[in-house]
């Protein structure tokens, strides 16, 4: 009898050493050691056994059994180590040390004046903040001199959270917050707030070639002592020449914004048609870019400066028209498209 339970043993692991995945190994197991397996088959030969071979014959085809039970434990850890090191071997390697290629993709023309001309006032002396897209109703209208009835509310309808805050209008959202960071430093310091703020803006309102619902401005901001609009002048005309690095034909006439007075409109001559008059210009030849003025002694005292002691002013360019004259695209809707097509024509030419 101890033949045969040698017998089965060696017929166990020659086949095991054959099985090749999870399934084979269940297949061999339920063979061998399921109720009508081989080994289960040796006990049922007992019964024609002395007690005395009954003892020895149980305890080897045990012996067996428990062999049997560890050596498929085994084969089912091996099997899945091999499985993990397989799936490994398919994965492709990342190598953090490889150059990125740079063929893949290009920077937003709007990103690419944005850094143009954060550098530009930058080298003026200004510093570029960062301000959140969902702001206060404070933020936004009340701090910039636009109370809850105020009918300049209605040119700049937008989206509103449940909790009552909304996506800002404009980048002029960010004055409030900008001039209670850097009071004390006025104030106690004597140093000149100046401060760029480029950010997404949004309205509710209908979209055409030169309108979009999303849309990037830059706001600036210089406040200090004796500020007055010849430095204004200076700094849009500074910028301007910079970015387009050709004279640029720019008019300015009055405008009425409530955080500002007196107010600015400061057009371009429209770069597309020549000034000539085109869907992009609404047919005037000429484009809003960068509205500006000098900052509301209210709006100066609801950031903590007292307007008689420092005056300031501040403009909002419009980032996303400089980007449509910059690069002569026809439609602001293009700029949103995400068609690469598009989009990848541009390339840094700083
Ligand atoms: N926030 C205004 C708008 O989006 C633009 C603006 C006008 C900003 C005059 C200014 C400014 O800083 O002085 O319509």
């Excluded at 109720?35 to 045990?62: H, I, P, R, W």
């Excluded at 849009?236 to 008019?251: G, P």
Aim: charged share 30%; aromatic share 10%.
């Amino acid at each position: 009898m101890a033949d045969k339970t040698t017998e089965v043993r060696l017929a166990f692991l020659a086949a095991l050493e054959n099985v090749a995945n999870a399934d084979e190994l269940e297949k061999l197991r339920v063979e061998y050691i399921g109720k009508k397996g081989y080994v289960t088959d040796l006990l049922k030969e007992m019964k024609s056994l002395s007690n005395e071979e009954k003892k020895t014959f149980g305890q080897a085809v045990n012996v067996l059994k428990n062999e049997v039970n560890e050596k498929i434990a085994e084969k089912r850890e091996d099997l899945k180590k091999k499985e993990i090191e397989l799936e490994n071997s398919r994965m492709p390697e990342f190598d953090i040390s490889m150059p990125a290629n740079l063929e893949r993709g290009s920077y937003h023309p709007i990103t690419l004046v944005q850094r143009q001309c954060e550098e530009i006032f930058k080298s003026m002396g200004f510093t570029v903040e960062d301000y959140s897209e969902v702001v206060t109703d404070y933020e936004c209208f009340e701090a910039l001199n636009i109370p809850k009835d105020h009918p300049a509310r209605d040119m700049q309808d937008t989206y509103y959270l449940d909790n009552g805050q909304l996506l800002k209008t404009h980048t002029s959202a960010a004055q409030n917050a900008i001039y209670k960071k850097y009071r004390d430093q006025l104030v106690n310091e004597g140093k000149p707030i100046k401060a760029i703020f480029p950010g997404r803006c949004f309205r509710n309102e209908a979209t055409d070639a030169c309108h979009e619902n999303t849309f990037f401005q830059m706001e600036g901001v210089m406040v200090g002592k004796n500020i007055s609009i010849s430095n204004l002048i200076f700094f849009m005309k500074t910028m301007l020449s910079e970015v387009f690095r050709k004279d640029i034909k720019v008019r300015l006439r009055p405008g009425f914004f409530p955080f500002v007075e007196p107010g600015f409109e400061l057009d371009i001559s429209c770069l597309i048609c020549g000034g000539e008059g085109c869907p992009s210009c609404k047919h005037s030849g000429w484009l809003e870019l960068c509205p500006c003025g000098m900052i509301h002694p209210e709006v100066l005292k609801a950031g903590g400066i007292d307007p008689e002691e420092y005056t300031g002013f501040a403009f909002g360019l419009g980032l996303t028209r400089l980007a449509m004259m910059k690069y002569g695209v026809k439609d602001i809707r293009d700029l949103n498209s995400g068609s690469l097509k598009t989009l990848s024509q541009f390339t840094d030419d700083k």
